[in-house]
């Protein structure tokens, strides 16, 4: 029996990571300017505190025009309940995860530093490069 790949083999490890204390504006400038959704916020460590998504930042944003007051930190506007995956987890395991989540991509991890992140799409590229591997 071969062993099944693995969510570090399809993985992205060319990360954009925020910090909680950048300026939510700044962090919203990021996200725009690189087309990501989201991305992960990391302590000064290396560990995942939290994700902002642009979801996230539409909230910030809505909150700074009723205030009339925009700014603020992105720790103030993360996501800090983060669903991750190990990067050793196989990919039907990982999948699996996809289906049972709203989420569109998810950090990964070992053995708790985060060490990349894993998308939708990552996960279909994987599925079928292994499915059309086997025919």
């Not at 989201?38 to 460590?45: K, L, N, T």
Request: hydrophobic share 45%; net charge neutral; glycine share 6%.
């Amino acid at each position: 029996m071969t062993d099944r790949p693995r969510v570090a083999n399809y993985m992205t490890t060319d990360l954009v990571v925020l910090e909680p204390e950048m300026e939510i504006l700044h962090a919203m400038k990021i996200l725009l300017e690189k087309r990501i959704s989201g991305a992960p916020v990391v302590d000064a460590d290396g560990r995942l505190v939290g994700v902002l998504s642009k979801k996230d930042c539409i909230r910030a944003a809505l909150q700074g025009a009723y205030h009339q007051e925009w700014g603020g930190r992105v720790s103030a506007y993360m996501s800090t309940q983060v669903q991750t995956l190990d990067a050793d987890l196989d990919l039907v395991a990982a999948a699996e995860r996809f289906l049972t989540s709203e989420y569109r991509r998810f950090p990964v991890l070992r053995e708790g530093a985060l060490v990349g992140q894993i998308s939708r799409a990552d996960m279909l590229r994987a599925l079928v490069e292994n499915w059309s591997a086997r025919l």
